[in-house]
């Protein structure tokens, strides 16, 4: 048999293969025969059985061999790429240029209630374009050091950033990998927002296109003059007057490099409404910016050591937005940018820049019986009672108060402040005001929820007895924390359960209850309910309700009780419609985050301190009340710089907030004094002021209601009797101040009209902080703040 002969049989798996194997055996044939026999035998079946084994395997592998040969994998290869070449060219080719006119677009919002009436009609384009040599070189470098360093030398389009755009688009991933300034510039001149295979391609060709059209000046000044800066502000003119009350010509490098930093998140960015984080994110991006315009050499680096950051000038209303409309509108804004770009993948520079002046009909769930309720309230209850001639105090008394459906968390109705155009900031969003002892239902939450024992093994409930002894040493394990909080006029309680302990706001327990749980366990129940706990150290201070909060998260909160555990989250926008584009909104009402009989212990426990506790006078004994049944809590900070009364019935949760605030010095103030009405010292507590608007507001709004609980404890199914103490009458707290001076020598030593609230004397090893962000300039990037170490909270 020849040699191609026997390899072709080899291949076919036949027996002509046999006589190479007789090469090594034994002469005889029969021997050959016989192990061949053998072999076929040892493989499990006869050799016509191997042959046929063979066979059916190894034509399979030769084929992929030859399919997979490097000539046709090359020859694949270079195919795909001029298939990819040649497209390239035919889009090219085919994707013109078209018209810009970026004013096109732009069309007022109108916002209407949630009965269709109109609100407010919100849409004058702020837009003036400025010549590019009128604006000062350095300032014209803080944008390219902010978005696209590269920019003087790219052909227009980033590769790999358009590469990961395209990939993430396509997989859903959402937002885009980067752009350069020229695709932000097309994007935001002749294209839209939206987040589309399509969208990008055009863009990647208009941009390369542009590019060689253009010169990079004519490129940067359309790109500045385009984007929108946030305050209704499209283009650097108008952002310098909105921000630094100047013209473009005349900002100095500092304040281009904020301008700059704002175009990546206009809204969250702008310093006048910004929250302790948004606040610590656009200083790293200025920071970001001038640094990187000292390594581009456009910046001498002892020049830049010596800037300080230029914090912008208050803001101005646009027209439509006075009185509480602005902060209805600015709200509804912000809630339909976070649903965009949950829903289409775009950061949120982009989402802004669809939802202003863009010809949205945007319909609220506010009520507008009850908005008009909640104004009224706040006037006849507060603001009526105050006179800043006479008193300096009064004109630092800011109110806020979110009031929401426990059913479908839709938010009913906003008192954001006195008025948009006199105060921007809305005081029924702003984070920077401690809760104070409104967090106490969340520690008993936590506990309830996770089954917490005591020190001693007892599981914690309604009936626990807790040491109520003022400043007792918090225990863990049988060592002291280094906490011991003292109660409101330093009354101690002895033996008491946590329903009296709850009623009556002692502090001392519930510092002992957070530590019996977990404080990380109090934290994470506190998240599962609503509240932004980013940046909050799991401390046993944070039992005080140390941290920051606003009334909009309380309502969510307590609404969450009031929903026997569902999860609630707030919102305002009902519906939001364009032309051709609806939105359809996030549902408020979320899964079970805390158990039922958890939630209604909670509840059931609330109702004692309205019935027997510090909200008894202006709440349970208001005359208002129509058989209502109420669970609230008082709360009062540190200083009295913040009253809270968050409460609800099975209907209505409202939460109000009152914070002392020097709008001059942005600085966070006492309130003591206000109104001149209040018992000396003159406190306002959460039991006051506070739960004077929220009954004044809800029993005219809501009527005979009862709660469904599903639990055997608290005072809504065991009535609590009046607390007995070994102090004298007029040192058992109560709903309002005492006649008789406090036991501290000062006012802002006796945190407030509820045991609870915020002390200010605690061991020096662990001592909660005395000041609560403020809204003012920042004097560094860390606080001493032991809550808040990377300063999230210092300004």
């Not at 980067?178 to 695709?183: A, E, N, P």
């Not at 309604?462 to 003292?486: C, E, I, L, M, W």
């Amino acid at each position: 048999m020849g040699r191609a002969e026997e390899r072709r049989a080899r291949q076919r798996g036949g027996r002509r293969a046999a006589p190479k194997r007789r090469r090594s055996q034994t002469p005889v044939a029969s021997t050959g025969a016989s192990q061949a026999t053998g072999a076929a035998t040892a493989t499990g079946g006869t050799t016509a059985t191997g042959g046929r084994s063979a066979r059916s395997a190894k034509p399979a592998k030769g084929r992929i061999r030859r399919l997979f040969t490097w000539k046709k994998m090359l020859g694949t290869f270079l195919g795909v790429c001029l298939l990819g070449i040649g497209s390239f060219i035919a889009l090219y080719m085919y994707v013109d240029v078209p018209e810009g006119n970026p004013l096109a677009s732009k069309q007022s919002n109108v916002y209407k209630y949630s009965d269709g009436s109109v609100l407010a009609r919100v849409g004058t384009v702020n837009r003036e374009m400025v010549d590019l040599a009128k604006v000062p070189k350095g300032v014209q470098h803080t944008f390219v050091a902010a978005e696209n360093k590269s920019f003087y030398h790219d052909s227009g389009i980033d590769v790999k950033g358009l590469g990961r755009g395209l990939f993430n688009t396509v997989s859903g991933r959402g937002t885009q990998g980067g752009s350069t300034i020229t695709q932000q510039y097309v994007k935001n001149y002749y294209l839209n927002q939206d987040q589309t295979v399509t969208r990008k391609l055009k863009e990647m060709v208009i941009s390369l296109k542009v590019d060689r059209r253009l010169s990079k000046d004519d490129i940067l000044a359309g790109y500045i003059n385009t984007s929108y800066y946030g305050r209704n502000a499209y283009g650097i003119q108008a952002a310098a007057q909105a921000y630094y009350g100047k013209d473009a010509s005349k900002l100095d490098v500092e304040q281009g490099a904020y301008l700059a930093a704002l175009l990546q998140a206009p809204s969250q960015y702008d310093w006048a409404v910004a929250g302790p984080v948004g606040k610590k994110l656009v200083q790293q991006r200025w920071n970001y910016v001038l640094d990187n315009m000292v390594e581009q050499k456009w910046l001498d680096p002892a020049e830049r050591q010596a800037m300080k950051f230029p914090y912008p000038k208050d803001p101005k209303g646009t027209p439509g937005e006075e009185g509480q409309k602005g902060y209805l509108v600015q709200l509804a804004n912000q809630q339909l940018v976070e649903r965009l770009m949950a829903t289409e993948g775009i950061k949120r520079s982009d989402a802004e820049a669809q939802v202003v002046d863009r010809g949205w009909t945007i319909t609220l769930n506010i009520d507008k019986k009850k908005q008009t309720a909640l104004e009224k309230a706040v006037k006849t209850q507060l603001t009526s009672k105050l006179n800043p001639k006479k008193r300096k105090v009064d004109d630092h008394i800011q109110a806020g108060a979110v009031s929401v459906d426990p059913k479908t968390g839709k938010i009913v109705a906003m008192y954001g402040g006195q008025d948009y155009f006199k105060h921007y900031i809305n005081n029924a969003t702003r984070r920077d005001y401690q809760p104070a002892s409104t967090f106490k239902p969340v520690i008993l939450a936590a506990a309830l929820e996770q089954n917490a024992t005591t020190q001693e093994g007892k599981p914690v409930n309604a009936n626990t007895v807790y040491d109520g002894t003022s400043g007792r040493q918090v225990v863990d394990h049988g060592s002291k924390v280094g906490f011991g909080p003292p109660n409101e006029d330093h009354v101690d309680y002895g033996p008491i359960t946590v329903q009296k302990a709850m009623n009556q706001s002692v502090n001392s327990v519930f510092a002992q209850m957070g530590v019996d749980v977990g404080m990380s366990k109090v934290m994470d129940t506190a998240k599962q309910l609503g509240m932004d706990t980013e940046g909050m150290q799991a401390v046993p201070a944070q039992t005080l309700g140390s941290m920051g909060a606003s009334p909009l998260e309380m309502a969510g909160i307590y609404a969450t009780f009031d929903n026997h555990g569902y999860k609630v989250t707030p919102s305002i926008v009902k519906t939001a419609d364009q032309k051709d584009h609806q939105v359809t909104m996030g549902d408020p009402i979320g899964g079970q985050v805390i158990s039922r009989t958890a939630a209604d212990t909670v509840t059931s426990v609330l109702t004692g301190v309205v019935d027997d506790g510090t909200a008894r006078k202006n709440v349970a004994n208001n005359p208002l009340r129509n058989g209502q049944q109420v669970a609230g809590k008082t709360g009062t900070s540190d200083e009295n710089k913040s009253a809270w009364f968050t409460g609800y019935t099975p209907d209505l949760v409202t939460s109000v907030g009152l914070f002392g605030e020097d709008m001059k010095k942005k600085a966070h103030v006492t309130m003591v004094g206000a109104t001149g009405l209040l018992p000396s010292p003159g406190r306002v507590n959460g039991g006051t002021y506070p739960a004077e608007i929220w009954a004044g507001y809800t029993f005219g709004v809501t009527d005979k209601a009862k709660f469904d609980l599903n639990t055997t404890q608290g005072a809504a199914v065991e009535p609590t009797d009046t607390p007995t103490f070994s102090q004298s009458p007029s040192q058992t707290p109560s709903n309002t101040p005492s006649s008789r001076p406090p036991t501290s020598s000062t006012p802002s030593r006796t945190p407030s009209q509820t045991p609870s609230q915020t002390p200010t004397q605690t061991p020096p090893t662990q001592t909660p902080p005395t000041q609560t962000p403020t809204t003012g300039q920042p004097t560094g990037g860390v606080t001493d703040n032991p809550l808040d170490p990377e300063g999230n909270f210092g300004q």
